[in-house]
């Protein structure tokens, strides 16, 4: 019989992280931890990624639906909150793996080979962003990603303006996002203007839940555009393909903890590679724990596009891990183990 329990951890930042919607120093996450009680000794662990703000998942009662769940693990693929499916279905993954935080066979696994990421560009002032874009340049990234939407648009502007002088697009590809930051009647002039400086494709110029309005900014832009807050939320395999067709963005982004986990993942990925639509997955925000789940992942999918993975350094108490970005690849490094995770107290 299964038997599960859960703990909270507040994850703090090095530096103040800011989006277009809020300024976070610390982000809560919910580990779980799963066993057979034939053999309590060996466990398997997940992260239920609640994104307070962005989650569908995001209730008063998250704790207690959590507990809930925990009383009945075997259960978790009746659950529509799209990080307790992330973190259930990863978990149970390690324990059927041995708790080792492995349970697929690929060269990623075994340390062999790298998964391709790009550097993300926080938002801050044109001074401190331009410092941040220089770091990841002189780290080897050639894919940047910038968050816009924070300041102001023209200095926006300058600083991809001064990039740009520096770096031609077949030397440096620049992404962008603008977490839903353009209003409808701005956003194509925006795209218009952005469009000068080579840009791959922007996600979510317009906030999410305008499916319509997208769809037209999709099939007029100059840039492409990529769904991100728009997937968020556990969908059927119906839902999922009928949100794709009526929008036809050129990429989707993929967050497994937002979406409902990597099986949910998958049929994105099926859906949108029959449409001819691209993607890519990235993190939200998770910790070791979660990315390391994301990454095993992508790395069992035959695609050779930069991952948004880079997130491993963003905490002072992020769990001890065997990842490692070496120049602008996620590795994983089969020496060194997991650290516990501390401090806390697991709960049924």
């Excluded at 968020?232 to 967050?255: F, H, N, S, V």
């Excluded at 994301?294 to 905490?315: E, F, H, N």
Aim: proline fraction near 4%; include cysteine.
């Amino acid at each position: 019989m299964l038997k599960a329990q859960w703990m909270p951890y507040d994850l703090d930042f090095t530096f103040e992280a800011v989006t277009s919607r809020e300024r976070m120093w610390r982000k809560r996450t919910y580990f779980v931890r799963i066993c057979d009680t034939d053999n309590p000794d060996i466990a398997g662990v997940g992260e239920c990624a609640l994104f307070r703000g962005l989650s569908a998942a995001d209730v008063p009662d998250y704790e207690a639906r959590l507990a809930h769940l925990c009383a009945q693990p075997d259960r978790w693929c009746e659950c529509g909150m799209p990080s307790l499916r992330f973190g259930f279905e990863t978990a149970i993954a390690d324990l059927r793996g041995g708790g080792r935080r492995i349970w697929t066979e690929s060269d990623w696994v075994e340390g062999r080979s790298g998964i391709v990421i790009n550097g993300l560009i926080w938002m801050g002032d044109r001074r401190t962003m331009a410092e941040r874009i220089a770091e990841k340049l002189d780290l080897g990234f050639r894919v940047l990603k910038l968050k816009i939407g924070g300041i102001n648009f023209d200095e926006e502007c300058s600083l991809l303006e001064a990039v740009r002088r520096r770096f031609s697009s077949t030397d440096l590809e620049i992404r962008l996002d603008a977490n839903g930051s353009f209003s409808k009647d701005k956003a194509l002039e925006r795209l218009e203007r952005l469009a000068r400086f080579d840009i791959h494709s922007i996600e979510q110029p317009l906030k999410a839940g305008q499916p319509d309005a997208t769809a037209e900014l999709c099939r007029r832009s100059p840039i492409d555009i990529a769904l991100d807050e728009e997937l968020i939320g556990y969908r059927t395999e119906a839902e999922a393909a009928d949100l794709l067709d009526r929008i036809r963005p050129q990429y989707i982004i993929l967050k497994p903890a937002l979406i409902g986990g990597t099986g949910a993942a998958d049929t994105y990925v099926s859906l949108a590679e029959n449409m001819g639509i691209g993607w890519w997955a990235t993190s939200a925000l998770e910790s070791n724990i979660g990315l390391n789940a994301i990454a095993q992942w992508v790395a069992t999918k035959k695609t050779s596009m930069p991952q948004g993975l880079g997130t491993g350094r963003l905490y002072n108490n992020n769990v001890s891990s065997p990842l490692e970005v070496r120049g602008d690849r996620l590795f994983r490094n089969p020496s060194p183990g997991w650290g516990e995770i501390e401090p806390g107290t697991w709960r049924d």
